[in-house]
């Protein structure tokens, strides 16, 4: 009996069985980062997963990010732990990434900083428009009905790119209007010179 007991702690304490969706994602970050073996950070994974298959959206996020092969220019990173050398023992997981950003694409109660990113991976391809269900454009027109500089700036350097320049024109000056956007001033500089 009191073995058994002692048993069932160490497995708790090793495996987080016990632990909630938050406690498992800490734990599963954090043996994933701190990895020196596969084996710890197929522990550190399997927690992390248990946490997003259960819903938890902290740990769909950290697993989606986790999942990508690399982090692209100007992704906003939600968790900075998710960087090259927590990837170094993870199992290939791409298809998994595809499903964890079409769950979080799907939602209506996103963080802006999700949005925006769903929109840069998508504008560098490493994810797949019709895995996700939409654009780079439609996820950063979402951001820019909500006045958020990131989603205007964006849209900007579309219809610059698509010689719309005079529409450009106003989404970098609305951009840098909303503020926390100065590349916004440097190319509405470009124009106005």
């Known amino acids: ?107 209506n109660d996103l963080d802006e900083n999700i949005l925006y990113n769903l929109g840069v991976l998508l504008r560098q391809e490493l994810l797949q428009e019709e895995d996700i269900g939409g654009t780079a454009e439609d996820f950063f027109q979402r951001l820019a009905e909500n006045n958020n500089p990131f989603g205007l700036f964006a849209l900007g350097q579309q219809l610059h790119l698509g010689g719309d320049y005079r529409k450009a024109a106003n989404r970098f000056t609305a951009a840098f209007a909303a503020g926390r956007h100065p590349e916004a001033a440097i190319f509405m500089g470009d124009y106005h010179l």
């Open 1 to 107: 009996m009191i073995l058994t007991a002692i048993l069932g702690l160490w497995l708790n304490a090793r495996y987080c069985l016990l632990c909630t969706d938050s406690q498992k994602l800490d734990r599963g970050l954090e043996l994933v980062v701190a990895a020196e073996s596969e084996n710890e950070a197929r522990r550190g994974w399997g927690m992390l997963s248990r946490a997003a298959d259960n819903g938890h959206m902290p740990a769909v996020i950290a697993r989606a990010e986790l999942s990508l092969p690399h982090l692209p220019d100007r992704y906003l990173k939600i968790y900075p732990e998710a960087g090259k050398n927590a990837r170094r023992y993870l199992p290939d997981a791409q298809k998994q990434s595809a499903i964890d950003w079409r769950l979080l694409a799907q939602r």
